[in-house]
């Protein structure tokens, strides 16, 4: 977790409870992983061995596991990170109200008023969003548990299997999620600063209409909104070029991966992996694992977005302010 | 020459002009003043081609057609309405041009002086910074684009409405500088920017008075 | 419509390129997937593996990293195209809007801030997905009904139910988060109605006096939120269970199937594999439709040329 964000939930009193939180969730999608790694196990096994009378047993089985971890999700989990949630936000807003309201006039000249609204109502937001939204803190931290957990499962169940797994996915994943497309941000910046250009150019279009149309001047105006227009798509051309041999790799990676297990998995049958069934549920688990690399990939960079929020918080609480009586 | 014949013109379904006739002699120069908002603005435009009459006739040159009209005319506006390119490209417009009408345009328009201190000169970017120029030097550059132009009839909409005394004056100098043998019509509310105009006109509720002709000498 | 009819048109040769490239990176999905189910036999019966057939995959594998690669870079090169066809559209419209046509300036500038911006952002970024989504959805329907009939109903039935029920949870879920949104909006307003008299508050003393007010407007979205909470957990917690009902039921048809010799086993892994990215496409279809109407809507306040 960001050293801010941590700074805030401990100034906060939110610390433990947000730790609790987390720890209530991290099962959760492991464990549905290893159900759903389970029920393909068992119902091909069941279907290889020719127990059609079972099917409908574990048919059962596996539809109440499921109900009892989603059960576990709309209660224990659910009603505790909501109060959480609220709770964070209540002491969050509070706090950065009651520093605002201590300041005095000339402390508040070096802030203006949308500053602190900001601060207020949106950064508050960004630090939630960092803390519980998908994509952020909550579903990274889940994520590379997830991994942790399944890469155990992996090497325990194959350890040779687990090896060419990691050799696979490794080399591919830092290509395609780290180093291809570690310039996506920078080429849509670029795209974005051109479709600022062609609205700048769209304003004088519309409100020196007249001027352009009295001096003929349409067809330079044309020109350079079509040099601004034609610069978005170049950027965003990049940008998309990058993305494709991104998902190249991913499936290159993906479907290699795959393929080399099956192989492999083959080769060792009766000997490293018991039966087909079993190398099914070793390849499940190696897609729970590409599955954590890639959330953990977008969470980080979704985290980025909202941390501006919390330095911009902690710099309010940082500084001293008389505490107002009844708080 | 420009000829109003009967010229009504509602905006909003409210009426501007009824029957309004007016015509301006090849050469001839004419002042229009008027309180704001009586309609000065509107009638300029009308006879620019960029709005349309609601019944009546324009004609400007012998040519009727707005569309037509627009290519015919020169205007000075209010706000320069200048663009975010060169200084340059916005005299031109992106059109060709010779150095040496460019360098003529510039001097007639007292812009010279201030182009040869930047640095880029008549390349000049005006985009972003067009808040970085004083009124007097935008207008200065609208009345240089006008020049480049160098239609016969030239419009002005109070091109120095907004500017201070000595911007205003170095202004109406570069006005003066090209308004030699064309058709104007000058619309302003300062009488005085209006010396040695050849007729004057006041616009009061829609209609035109004569109140001044250099040929009757009287007022 | 006739504005999206006439951006495609315009750049018909990239779409026609982007739409065909999509089908072709399918087509070597599917045919990669097919070949999966074949080796799935092969390991299934103990029989050997030939290095030809292995080659074989190898070369899919890579045929469709390719074409997948194609599909991404043509497609969304032909959505950037329209884009850009729209821009321009606007702008030429703009500029070349006869003397006759009045234009409202506010309007122009609201438009081009507004739809067009999003309709812009939407082209670039959701279009190409949407479209390669639905066609891949068409193309696997297709070709799992040519495998199997029944194990593809097993598949799209269940799927369509929970579609429904998605939509309906959706729909109330939204009226409730819009309540919430609401009482957000107004602890907001508190929040800057009391920073912006904050001279009054310090000269008259009146910080508790705030406080209490903003902890009062707090309290009320609270209310609302946490009601939105529960009731999110709930629908989300029933869309994950029943989401996993195809699945189950796919094996257990899939399995009786198998055991009585109707399917090898190789065609219930296709199935299975099939299964998940036909699902989610089906499952998303609501969101798309609504983000669909939100951009054509868009779209035809649009002025082009």
């Not at chain 1, 939630?128 to 155990?152: E, K, W």
């Not at chain 1, 040099?227 to 940008?239: D, F, G, M, P, Y």
């Not at chain 3, 045929?63 to 606007?90: V, W």
Request: glycine share 6%; with cysteine; hydrophobic share 45%.
């Amino acid at each position: 977790m960001n050293k801010t964000v941590w700074k805030i939930l401990k100034d906060i009193g939110m610390l433990r409870f947000f730790i609790l939180i987390l720890l209530l969730r991290l099962p959760f999608d492991f464990l549905n992983g290893v159900i759903s790694a389970n029920m393909l196990e068992s119902f091909i096994r069941l279907t290889e061995k020719g127990q059609s009378e079972n099917l409908l047993k574990t048919f059962g089985t596996f539809l109440l596991f499921t109900v009892l971890l989603f059960g576990y999700n709309v209660t224990i989990w659910a009603a505790v990170s909501v109060k959480a949630d609220m709770l964070l936000q209540k002491r969050l807003r509070n706090r950065l109200l009651n520093h605002i309201l201590s300041r005095n006039g000339e402390e508040m000249a070096a802030y203006s008023a949308g500053d602190l609204i900001t601060r207020l109502n949106n950064d508050v937001d960004r630090v939630n969003d960092y803390l519980t939204t998908p994509v952020n803190f909550m579903h990274t931290a889940i994520a590379s548990f997830n991994i942790l957990f399944s890469s155990v499962i992996l090497l325990i169940l194959n350890p040779s299997l687990y090896i060419l797994t990691i050799l696979v996915t490794v080399p591919f994943f830092i290509l395609s999620s780290i180093i291809i497309i570690r310039k996506i941000p920078y080429y849509r910046k670029k795209s974005q600063e051109s479709y600022a250009d062609y609205t700048n150019w769209i304003e004088p279009v519309i409100n020196a209409k007249e001027s352009i149309t009295v001096f003929d001047g349409e067809e330079i105006v044309l020109k350079k909104v079509e040099e601004a227009s034609k610069e978005i798509l170049r950027q965003n051309v990049k940008a998309h070029t990058l993305t494709a041999w991104s998902s190249f790799f991913n499936i290159m990676s993906g479907n290699l991966g795959y393929v080399l297990l099956l192989l492999c998995g083959n080769s060792m049958m009766g000997v490293g992996v018991k039966d087909y069934p079993q190398l099914l549920k070793i390849t499940q688990y190696r897609a729970e694992m590409m599955k954590g690399s890639f959330i953990v990939n977008a969470g980080l960079n979704g985290m980025k977005t909202n941390l501006s929020g919390a330095a911009r918080i902690e710099e309010i609480l940082e500084s001293d302010g008389e505490k107002i009586s009844g708080q | 020459m420009i000829e109003l014949k009967n010229v009504s013109f509602n905006y909003e379904n409210a009426s501007i002009f009824e029957n309004l006739s007016i015509f301006v002699a090849e050469g001839e120069k004419i002042g229009i003043v008027g309180e704001s908002g009586c309609g000065k603005s509107t009638l300029l435009k009308l006879m620019a081609g960029l709005y349309v009459p609601s019944s009546g006739e324009i004609i400007v040159d012998g040519i009727r057609a707005p569309e037509e009209i627009i290519k015919k005319v020169s205007v000075v506006m209010q706000s320069p309405m200048l663009l975010p390119l060169s200084i340059l490209e916005n005299i031109t417009m992106g059109h060709e041009y010779e150095d040496s009408k460019i360098e003529k345009i510039i001097e007639s328009a007292n812009l010279k002086k201030w182009i040869d201190s930047l640095p880029e000169g008549l390349n000049t970017y005006i985009g972003d910074s067009a808040d970085e120029l004083s009124g007097g030097q935008a207008q200065r550059i609208a009345i240089a684009r006008a020049m480049f132009k160098d239609s016969k009839n030239l419009l002005l909409d109070e091109p120095t409405s907004a500017l201070d005394g000595e911007n205003a004056a170095s202004v109406l100098e570069a006005i003066n500088h090209f308004t030699e043998g064309k058709t104007v019509v000058h619309v302003t509310h300062r009488k005085k920017h209006l010396e040695g105009y050849d007729r004057i006109f006041l616009m009061e509720n829609g209609q035109l008075t004569e109140i001044w002709n250099r040929y009757k000498e009287k007022t | 419509m006739a504005n999206l009819l006439l951006l495609i048109k315009r750049n018909k040769i990239w779409v026609a390129l982007g739409i065909l490239m999509t089908i072709l990176s399918n087509l070597s999905q599917m045919t990669f997937v097919y070949l999966i189910g074949k080796l799935v036999n092969h390991i299934e019966s103990h029989s050997s593996i030939k290095l030809s057939f292995i080659l074989l995959i190898a070369l899919l594998m890579a045929t469709n990293a390719f074409t997948l690669l194609l599909k991404q870079y043509i497609g969304r090169l032909s959505t950037e195209k329209m884009a850009h066809s729209l821009r321009m559209g606007y702008a030429k419209r703009l500029i070349k809007k006869t003397v006759k046509e009045k234009t409202s300036a506010s309007l122009a500038m609201s438009v081009a801030q507004n739809e067009l911006a999003q309709a812009n952002n939407y082209l670039s970024n959701t279009l190409f997905d949407i479209a390669g989504m639905l066609i891949m959805a068409l193309l696997v329907t297709a070709y799992l009904l040519l495998q199997n009939v029944l194990l593809t109903l097993a598949i799209l039935i269940p799927t369509l139910l929970i579609l429904i029920y998605v939509s309906f949870s959706s729909r109330r879920l939204s009226a409730i988060v819009s309540l919430a949104q609401n009482e957000k909006n107004k602890m907001n307003k508190v929040a800057y109605s009391l920073i912006h008299a904050f001279p009054s508050v310090k000269i008259f003393g009146g910080e508790k006096l705030c406080l209490n007010a903003y902890n009062e407007s707090f309290d009320v979205w609270k209310k609302q939120w946490e009601k939105m909470g529960r009731l999110s957990a709930l629908y989300n917690t029933l869309s994950g269970v029943l989401s996993r009902i195809p699945l189950l039921l796919l094996l257990l048809i899939g399995g009786f199937m198998v055991i009585r010799g109707d399917i090898l086993m190789g065609t219930l892994i296709v199935f299975v594999i099939m299964q998940g990215s036909l699902s989610e496409s089906i499952m998303n279809l609501p969101n798309w439709i609504a983000n669909f109407k939100v951009f054509t809507t868009n779209l035809s306040r649009i002025d082009i040329e």
